[in-house]
């Protein structure tokens, strides 16, 4: 009486649906086995002698008013059903098939994603450990660049004060030549005075020789003769 009153509500909403186009789905309803027939009614030839609940058809043809329906299998095979065995929506059979292989594929998804998450878990703990040392090295690096460049500043500092100390000799080289020239030139000078000196005297001595003979006072020849 139930299955009944089920299929008679399902017939009356399936009737209040106008006809639908071509390949439209419909489904077995909770029967245990709907013939499909070559013709609309029961007296003509069955094709298949029963689809069991939750089958999927294409809608090839609708005839409401005769209470029939041209469908196709997904094998090929196409035939006539009574419309109040088809629903728009895949039966609690089906539906609970197709439950029950989502949470599985999800189980499966689950259990891959775990293994994924405890991967990654390890691949962050590994990596988490290499920045540590990184920050380390990094650390350890620039201390020693702190101290590269207070030595590089130190010796920098040194170079220069070397530079000028090079410049300054060099300064005091150019002045200890000038000053040894300018003795050799005063040297050279107050021997060659000397000797201008020498030779005046010596010219001054040989023209005194030879001029006293004639500076010498002559004798009167009065005072002879007397």
């Known amino acids: ?99 029950e292989a989502n949470l599985a594929r999800f189980e499966k998804m689950e259990g891959n994603l775990g293994g994924e998450v405890r991967r990654l878990e390890e691949e962050n703990s590994k990596l988490s450990s290499s920045l540590e040392s990184a920050q380390q090295q990094s650390q350890t690096l620039a201390a020693e660049l702190k101290t590269l460049k207070a030595l590089s500043a130190d010796a920098l500092a040194l170079n220069e004060r070397h530079q000028k100390l090079l410049h300054q000799h060099e300064l005091l080289k150019q002045e200890k030549t000038m000053a040894e020239a300018e003795i050799q030139r005063l040297s050279g000078s107050e021997s060659h005075k000397w000797y201008m000196y020498g030779a005046l005297s010596v010219l001054l001595g040989a023209l005194l020789a030879m001029i006293a003979p004639h500076l010498r006072p002559r004798k009167r020849h009065s005072e002879w003769a007397n």
């Open 1 to 99: 009486m139930k299955k009944l009153l089920c299929g008679l509500i399902a017939a009356t909403l399936l009737n209040a649906v106008p006809a639908t186009a071509a390949a439209e789905t419909r489904y077995i309803t909770d029967q245990l086995h709907v013939p499909m027939r070559a013709g609309k009614g029961n007296g003509f030839r069955i094709l298949h002698r029963g689809l069991p609940s939750g089958t999927q058809l294409s809608v090839l043809e609708d005839a409401p008013q005769e209470g029939w329906t041209r469908v196709r299998t997904q094998g090929g095979t196409e035939g006539w059903v009574r419309r109040q065995y088809l629903v728009s929506d895949p039966v609690a059979k089906l539906k609970l098939e197709q439950a």
